[in-house]
């Protein structure tokens, strides 16, 4: 537009300066026991896209087995309060299955394109020096390490070292975990 200002996706009460709000929501685990990691990213979703976030601006990786699984009394729906709405409706899934794994993760997180291409929907969290991140992960961990469906565990120092380089490539101006 000439001002030198980027678009703005919604007004940030806290700072004018940020442009965009990004997310990654990341369910950690897979099957029919583990159905709240599931159903509680499908409701961030849900609560950031009320909140105004764009839908294009979320990243979601989710096994996506529960909605569907022969276990669910209610095929193709997913809740995560007893009585609420369905979570899952309108969710947009980027990774699912054996694509949730760490390495996928990173990648995405550091807003490598080219390390998930011909995989899943293959976008990234895109952001940039003026946006705010938000990460939500959902599963168990331990001490030094983070669960994933697939694959082998997250350990700390490589999220770390994956957190310092969004960071240090302007990645970001904010990130919320």
Sequence with gaps: DGS???PVD???GDDPAVCSHWALLVAGSSGWGNYRHQADVYHAYQVLVSGGYRPDHIVVMAYDDIANNPENPMPGKVFNRPGGPDVYSGVRID??????NAVNFLAVLEGNAAAVANKGSGRVVASG???KLFLFYSDHGA??????PSGPFLY????LASVRRK???RGFKEMVM
């Design 143 to 148: 001490a030094g390490v983070l669960g994933m």
């Design 167 to 169: 960071f240090q490539s």
């Design 4 to 6: 030198g200002k980027c």
């Design 10 to 12: 919604f007004v940030d």
């Design 129 to 131: 020096p003026t946006d």
């Design 156 to 159: 700390a120092d490589e999220f």
């Design 95 to 100: 990774y699912r299955g054996e694509q949730v």
